[in-house]
């Protein structure tokens, strides 16, 4: 089961074919366009329900264990001694945890340990799961819609993390919850970005605003603007891939921050990274970056099925804790996923 908390129940939102009075005559609001011919064909039809809970689960798990079972095999002997101790502290390490994140699970464990009087691999593994779980809890934080309408949702990242993928899926998640969407095609480098999104528009049967070429600030103003006239309950803005290290692309995304807070003076209200899972360290660095130049509200981890190591969310919650609103686990609509911290370090040490 999916869910998001809502804190409002808005009504209905009126489809006015109207483009705010104010916004300059460039940007079209388009509904749906064509799907770009790489895609498979798209129907106005809703796709099937979302898998349950349990079934991705099983793919969060087959996806980590790949890689992270190196963490449960430290478990897998019959003491408990310092070469467990040493055999764990490289197994988090090599999970991507990072030092920090490492030296202070084992310190907990440590003390778990002694105060639980484990003698068992099995039980002191039990208390490693308590520990991460504990450790991940504060990144587990729902995204609440309805405070603000429309609630204006701007979406980063490197290029090719998922952004645009995860801003489909979670328009379908919205849409499902019967909020009214509007996507934002603020990648306006290159046409099969705007037409990638207008592929996920199109099958979740959403507005996007879109532009060719052009300034994303403008089309983001557009958007906020078109959403708050037509009574969109959610704002979703995709912006094209960058590098922290590339200083003028950085800057372009504070300009979209600026511009969208022009058009709706609460707004953005919700600042989003998206990390590809397999990202290793290099996640943390991205972490702190974009959060330094767009104050992060939340991350969206992807691609948790494929070769990811998973430890990377212990060092991220050591050492610069944004929330983790959704994982992906998977290229489909229904493959992303609500955090929860016991159940991924459950699956760490599968
Ligand atoms: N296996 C898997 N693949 C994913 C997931 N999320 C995204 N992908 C794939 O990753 C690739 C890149 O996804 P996009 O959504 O285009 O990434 P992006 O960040 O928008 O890329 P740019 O706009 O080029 O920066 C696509 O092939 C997606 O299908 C996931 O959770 N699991
Ligand atoms: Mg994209």
Redesign the pocket.
């Known amino acids: 089961m999916f869910s998001f908390f809502r804190k409002k129940n808005p009504a209905p939102a009126p489809e006015a074919p109207v483009v705010t009075p104010d916004a300059p005559p460039a940007v079209e609001p388009v509904a749906a366009p064509a799907p770009a011919p790489e895609h498979p064909p798209t129907s106005a039809a809703r796709p099937a329900p979302a898998a349950p809970r349990e079934s991705w689960l099983n793919r969060l798990k087959s996806g980590l264990r790949r890689t992270g079972s190196g963490i449960a095999t430290v478990f897998t002997g019959t003491r408990i001694d310092e070469d467990l101790y040493e055999e764990l502290e490289a197994a988090l390490l090599m999970a991507d945890s990072g030092v920090s994140a490492t030296q202070h699970l084992l310190t907990d464990l440590r003390r778990r340990v002694k105060e639980a009087k484990a003698t068992e691999p099995a039980a002191v593994k039990a208390l490693l799961a308590d520990a991460i779980a504990d450790l991940l809890k504060p990144l587990q934080k729902p995204l609440v819609i309805g405070e603000h309408k429309p609630t204006v949702i701007m979406v980063a ?1 490197v ?8 801003i489909g899926k979670l328009t379908r998640h919205l849409a499902d919850d019967g909020a009214s969407v509007l996507l934002a095609a603020a ?1 306006t480098f290159r046409a099969a ?1 705007r037409e ?1 999104l207008a592929v996920w528009a199109d099958r979740n049967t959403v507005d996007i605003v879109t532009q060719e070429g052009g300034d994303p600030a403008a089309v983001c103003f557009d958007a906020v603007s078109a959403g708050k006239a037509r009574g969109k309950d959610v704002v979703l803005v995709d912006t ?2 960058r590098l922290p290290t590339q200083l003028h692309l950085m800057e372009e995304l504070r300009k979209i921050r600026r511009v969208v807070n022009k058009a709706d003076a609460s707004a953005p209200h919700e600042v989003l990274l ?1 990390i590809d899972g397999n990202t290793g360290q290099n996640a943390l660095t991205q972490v702190k970056a974009f959060d330094e130049a767009l104050q992060l509200t939340g991350l969206i981890i ?2 948790l ?2 070769t990811a190591k998973g430890g990377v969310l212990c060092a991220i919650a050591r050492e610069r804790p944004v929330p983790v609103y959704f994982i ?4 489909k609509l229904e ?1 992303l996923e609500t955090f929860d911290a016991r159940e991924y370090a459950q699956a760490l040490l599968s």
């Open positions: 990242g290029n090719g993390a998922g952004k645009t993928t995860s990648d970005a990638q094209a891939g998206v992807t691609k099925d494929g992906g686990v998977g290229e493959d």
